[in-house]
């Protein structure tokens, strides 16, 4: 869209109307989904929320839902009007996405203008889980990025084409436990791998690596201090986790050449 810049006070919204009555809402945060009819303190902002990656309308025997890209503050049944609710409207199956304002006097743009970009994935089913819905989110707000990577860049160049069995990147055997983070470890010992459980499941974990001859793996904590050691296989781990949590590993080995 394009917007002329101004500078009295205003608000922009796009509205999705889902044709649902009364329908039981969650959206999800860095660790978990919330229901704001039952999660929320007394006294907490029901004006606005800010979500993660999706919020989605279930009523009926049908989910609604929706993953706005670029704008992740909305409201449910009516627009922001300053009057700090202590009940969700009853008509909250309407999601305003609540992408700019320039209400604040402080620390906040006096106008905004010019050209805007703002991208939403809408889907439906009979059931949508928070697991499935979070997935979607990921993928979608953070997809795959490639990069050309030529001969003279490599270290080694194996034949083409790759074995798809042999040459996959990582596999993780439980769908609602993403890999968020592969990093080189701060301390120069191996690569950290970062995991969040994403449904609120307790399982055990297994992960494969074909590209890698798997030495050890450990436990750690958020500061990649080692904490106990992990079952492994010759390109795999496995691990436990915990509903909502987020799993820290240290894995070092050597790249496998075929």
């Known amino acids: 869209m394009q917007k002329e810049k101004v500078y009295s006070k205003e608000a922009v919204y796009f509205a999705f109307p889902f044709a649902t009555e009364d329908p039981q809402v969650h959206y999800d945060q860095q660790n978990g989904f919330i229901d704001p ?10 004006e606005w929320f800010s979500l993660q990656h999706w919020a989605s309308f279930q009523s009926g025997g049908i989910t609604a839902a929706i993953i706005p890209e670029d704008a992740e503050l909305f409201t449910l049944g009516d627009i922001v009007r300053g009057k700090w609710p202590m009940e969700l409207d009853p008509h909250r199956g309407t999601m305003f996405s609540y992408v700019m304002n320039n209400y604040w006097w402080t620390n906040y743009v006096a106008g905004q203008g010019g050209d805007f970009t703002f991208r939403y994935v809408v889907t439906s089913a009979k059931s949508l889980s928070p697991g499935e819905l979070s ?6 707000m953070t997809p795959l990025e490639t990069n050309e990577i030529i001969e003279n860049d490599k270290e080694i160049s194996p034949p083409r084409p790759l074995n798809k069995a042999r040459e996959s990147f990582l596999q993780v055997d439980q769908s609602n436990v993403i890999l968020v983070n592969w990093k080189a470890a701060e301390d120069g010992h191996g690569t950290i791998l970062r995991f969040l459980e994403v449904a609120g499941n307790s399982n055990q974990v297994e992960v494969q690596i074909p590209i890698l ?7 750690c904590n958020a500061m990649e201090e080692n904490q106990h050691s992990l079952e492994t296989t010759a390109h795999g781990l496995a691990f436990a986790v915990k509903p909502f949590q987020i799993v820290t590993v240290r894995v070092e080995g050597a790249p496998v050449v075929y």
Not at 37 to 46: E, K, N, S
Not at 135 to 140: D, P
Not at 213 to 219: C, D, E, I, R
């Open 37 to 46: 009819m039952r999660d929320l303190l007394p006294g907490a902002d029901r």
């Open 135 to 140: 997935r979607l989110g990921w993928e979608e």
């Open 213 to 219: 001859q798997v030495q050890s793996a450990w436990l």
